[in-house]
């Protein structure tokens, strides 16, 4: 074998020598590329899921206030409702008073020798504004009509055991006023 045989011969085992340590480089530059890129995907994926977290601890919390206020409706349906009832209770007890003091009305005005009675039409009059007043006597006699529950008469025009009468009411109002609370 001549010398330019051994030369060639070289050549091709550097040449072969240079392709493998390429391909080697190429091959080791490529994993380099997938490890940096797998742990940008691993770093991409941790950001997502603390995202993903958040975004679940959010809407936890839109829940629990969502079921909150739910709760708070429910409970002011049902205070309404209390109130509603109280205020029935209290206007039927209105109601019962305006009764009960129409019938002592009535009452002090039979005892009552100054108030005429005979032409009394007992009726019940609205005065348009929910208050209403049983047994109030005829308009005609000018000396014992009934304004909203007030004989007329003059001052000191008074009957007797109309005080008497007031100061009943008044303590039994009171007493009663004292037995709700």
Same mark, same amino acid.
């Given at each position: ?13 550097? +040449? ?15 994993e380099e590329l997938h490890h940096k890129h797998v742990a940008e995907q ?26 909150k206020a739910r709760a708070d409706a429910e409970q002011a349906q049902v205070?309404?409702?209390?109130? !509603? ?18 019938? !002592?009305?009535? !009452? ?6 100054? +108030? ?15 208050? +209403? ?41 009171? !007493? ?6």
């Amino acid at each position: 074998m001549d010398a330019m045989a051994w030369v060639w011969i070289v050549i091709g085992i550097v +040449v072969v020598v240079a392709l493998v340590l390429g391909a080697m480089a190429a091959r080791r530059r490529k994993e380099e590329l997938h490890h940096k890129h797998v742990a940008e995907q691993r770093q991409q994926a941790g950001e997502m899921r603390r995202k993903a977290e958040n975004i679940e601890l959010d809407a936890r919390e839109r829940e629990a206030n969502a079921t909150k206020a739910r709760a708070d409706a429910e409970q002011a349906q049902v205070d309404a409702e209390r109130m !509603r009832q109280e205020a029935e209770k209290r206007q039927s007890e209105a109601e019962s008073l305006r009764g009960e003091s129409a019938e !002592r009305l009535r !009452r002090a005005d039979s005892l009552d020798p100054d +108030v005429d009675t005979r032409n009394r039409q007992d009726r019940v009059r609205d005065d348009g504004h929910g208050h +209403v007043e049983q047994g109030v006597p005829d308009r005609g006699d000018d000396r014992s009509h009934v304004e909203h529950g007030v004989p007329d008469r003059g001052p000191g025009d008074r009957g007797p055991g109309d005080r008497d009468a007031a100061d009943r009411d008044a303590n039994e109002r009171r !007493r009663n006023d004292e037995g709700r609370r």
